[in-house]
């Protein structure tokens, strides 16, 4: 196994082990961090573009991981969940996730899947809802972020938004690229989300 990507997971960590934020030191103490590679073959995607800006924007805690990440791309495997027919073409083009750990990522963990979601300029990612219970936090600022009923807020880099298990949840990007660092857990980990708001069924027989 090549360095970096033991590189990649010692930097991943301690990004999140410096997030001061009991959902995340609890999280980050469940973990365990002693996980096999996976030996996967790189892919690049369109997104990865993005990477340098995304590498200055980055404040001064996230950019060892941001700018490690910009520098290695092209030996990651970037992944992509949705195709074109979901969001639009331009969608495509401008999203892509690296997943760290989890049941396809670099190394194998069944319980938790960590990564990297990277979204370009003025990109509506719309309500979707998952299983799984998920942690983000972004290492880029601007972009507004957006829960269950709630409307849309500007989350600056190192903010922790928590997603609970099939709650709806969007992003929108403004002028500036984002990156985010995901945790999920608690669900199908290689589940595509579900498109649309989630439908409370609860309730009408
Ligand atoms: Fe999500």
């Excluded at 301690?14 to 001061?20: E, I, K, M, R, T």
């Excluded at 340098?52 to 924007?57: G, K, S, T």
């Excluded at 195709?83 to 049941?103: M, N, P, Q, R």
Aim: net charge negative.
């Amino acid at each position: 196994m090549p360095p970096i990507f033991e590189e990649l997971l010692e930097r991943f960590h301690a990004n999140l082990a410096c997030v001061d934020n009991d959902l995340v030191a609890d999280e980050v103490a469940r973990i365990g961090w002693d996980m096999p590679a996976r030996p996967l073959e790189p892919r690049a995607l369109a997104c990865l573009g993005h990477l340098d800006r995304i590498a200055e924007l980055a404040p001064a805690d996230a950019k060892p991981l941001a700018r490690f990440v910009a520098d290695h791309r092209d030996e990651l495997r970037w992944g992509q969940t949705y195709s074109a027919a979901d969001f639009g073409h331009g969608f495509i083009e401008s999203y892509g996730w690296l997943e760290v750990f989890g049941t396809r990522g670099h190394f194998v963990n069944g319980e938790v899947a960590g990564g990297l979601v990277i979204l370009g300029p003025n990109i509506v990612y719309p309500d979707h809802h998952h299983i799984a219970e998920e942690i983000y936090i972004p290492l880029t600022g601007g972009t507004e972020w957006r829960m269950g009923e709630g409307s849309f807020h500007v989350r600056d880099a190192g903010e922790v938004i928590h997603h609970a298990s099939n709650v709806s949840h969007a992003m929108r990007t403004g002028k500036e690229p984002l990156m985010a660092l995901y945790l999920w857990r608690g669900g199908p980990l290689a589940q595509k989300s579900t498109i649309g708001p989630m439908i409370d069924l609860r309730g009408r027989g």
